[in-house]
């Protein structure tokens, strides 16, 4: 452990950096130019009433391509670190000790689960019309997979179908993108279907296409995850 | 008007909440305020006109990163004990 | 006076969560609170970011039936931050995954989550 007196130096030089930027903080009154030029010409070249998902999927349609690979890797990699061995996972005895949940929650979970799934696929599909989007709608499926974990804790778990799912989605992510050099501007345009009439549902090209593909990726590695956890406490 | 106060309430909690995450000895208690933390950031970021970023900081820091750090709570006092 | 207005208070309280997390990390003893110092750190940065983007006034950047669409200038908030912090948040959970999973592997070793035990590579 560092010293006393060297982590007090390290945040009050910390705290002067603070006290220095917070000083020249004014609030704005105008937006930015950038955020100008988006606001202007956002509903005529892309057509989503949403723009931060205009701006996440088509103008910096490059970094949700990057974060969207991170994602995959730090799952991969927890699967990777957190796998048990094959003896391990047939321990019978392991279903001895754990205490079954209360009738309560187990009711209540095969009520709560399709209606969470439905919300969180309804989140995904509407991204480009109300708040919301791919990751809030996987973090929503993820938690209804957390429920379900929570009602059934020796449940097992298809890892085949959900890497099946999340690699589907990744490469018809990547497709539609490649489709968009061929048939319109660039990569990841979404003028690859025709901008439809603006606010209603088959509206903004692609952007609604790509948002599913990202929901069910994000969801099913975010499910993963979880899954894994949830199968360490399994081994002796 | 209401917004200011409700802003400067907001505030201090998640500050109060933030001291007793890193100073309290009982494990428990800190992940718990950590996901207090967030939550209650998720409602200052509603205040602030971000709607996407309070619905993916709700479900994301208060739901599933609290529930991942009990998992590993567990399984960590099954090996020491 | 001047100072009491919805972005400085975010941006303040932001800031001094950014030294709350920065203490933690470096006090702390047991490798879960300064996971949990990663996070309060993450999540003070992500504020700071969000209420830079606010103008006073205005109301979310979503063009619906309250907003005409060639007006829009005029009425929403600056929507670039708020895009970069929905990516950052969701790369803040898979980190503070990734630490936990190394935190069990550790813990396999040695049976133990003080960091004095750890200090093998220490100089």
Known sequence: MLKKGIILAIIVAFAAIFLNLLSSFNGNTELSDLSSY???NEPAQIGAANLVTAIVVTYRGLDTLGEVVILFLSAAIVSFLLKLSHDEQ?????????????????????????????????????????????????????????????????MKINHNLISTIESISGVSFVIIGI???????????????????????????????????IGLKVGSELSSIVGTYNETQKEN | ??????????????????????????????????????????????????????????????????????????????NNA | MEYLNIEYISITTGFLLILIGIFGILTQKNLLKIVIGFTLFDTGIHLVMVSIAYVRGRTAPIIDETINVNDAVNKIVDPLPQALVLTAIVIGLGVTSLMLAYILKLNKERKSLDIANFSDLKW
Not at chain 2, 16 to 37: R, S
Not at chain 2, 40 to 53: G, H, K, W
């Open chain 1, 90 to 154: 047939n321990n019978e005895a392991r279903k001895n000790e754990l205490r079954p949940s209360s009738e309560l929650l187990q009711t209540a979970t095969r009520i709560l689960v399709p209606i969470i799934f439905m919300f969180g696929a309804y989140v995904f599909i509407n991204g480009h019309l109300t708040p919301g989007g791919g990751f809030q709608g996987g973090a929503i499926i993820a938690s209804g997979f957390v429920l379900l974990l929570l009602a059934k804790p020796d």
């Open chain 2, 1 to 78: 008007m209401i917004y200011i106060i409700l802003s400067v309430f907001l505030g201090l909690f998640i500050l109060v909440m933030a001291v007793v995450a890193v100073h309290n000895q009982n494990i428990k208690v800190a992940i718990i305020a950590a996901g207090i933390v967030s939550l209650f950031s998720s409602i200052l970021y509603l205040i602030l006109a971000a709607p996407d970023v309070a619905m993916t900081e709700a479900a994301i820091g208060s739901g599933l990163s609290t529930v991942i750090f009990f998992y590993v709570l567990n399984k960590i006092r099954k």
């Open chain 1, 38 to 40: 988006y606001a202007k």
């Open chain 1, 179 to 213: 489709l968009g050099i061929f048939l319109a501007g660039g990569f990841l345009d979404n003028n690859i279907i025709g901008l439809g009439t603006f606010g209603t549902l088959l509206s903004a090209g692609a952007i609604p296409i790509i948002y599913i593909f």
